[in-house]
Nanobody, 121 residues
Framework: QAQLVESGGGLVQPGGSLRLSCATS????????MGWYRQAPGKEREFVAL???????NYAGSVKGRFTISRDNIQNTVYLQMNSLRPDDTATYYC???????????????WGQGTQVTVSS
């Protein structure tokens, strides 16, 4: 089964940067979509960034211009580069990858365990 392992979270000061990594057990080059989501305490999980198999990127308005999603097909890893971090970016960040597994369009949808990002002085 598909397995995702996240890393790179931590404590950073406002204005700082972090790069989150999501290593996958399946080939990322065959993925349909790759995405990042986050959930702050007491709030619903929200969309952060999405990357399609043909390289189209989409971002939540709150992170546009500050975050960048990318992939490494050799390392089978999805990344989220986060710059100009703000306190309201504090959340648990989750990686999501979807693969289409047959000609009928059935999918495998995998989630990472989450990595904590805390932005504070």
């Amino acid at each position: 089964q598909a397995q995702l392992v996240e890393s790179g979270g931590g404590l950073v000061q406002p204005g700082g940067s972090l790069r989150l990594s999501c290593a996958t057990s399946r080939r990322i080059g065959s993925a349909s979509t790759m995405g990042w989501y986050r959930q702050a305490p007491g709030k619903e999980r929200e969309f952060v960034a999405l990357l399609t198999s043909d390289g189209v990127e989409n971002y939540a308005g709150s992170v546009k211009g500050r975050f960048t999603i990318s992939r490494d097909n050799i390392q089978n890893t999805v990344y989220l580069q986060m710059n100009s971090l703000r306190p309201d970016d504090t959340a648990t960040y989750y990686c999501n990858v979807r693969w289409i597994v047959n000609v009928e369009g059935a999918t495998v949808d995998a989630w990472g365990q989450g990595t904590q990002v805390t932005v504070s002085s």
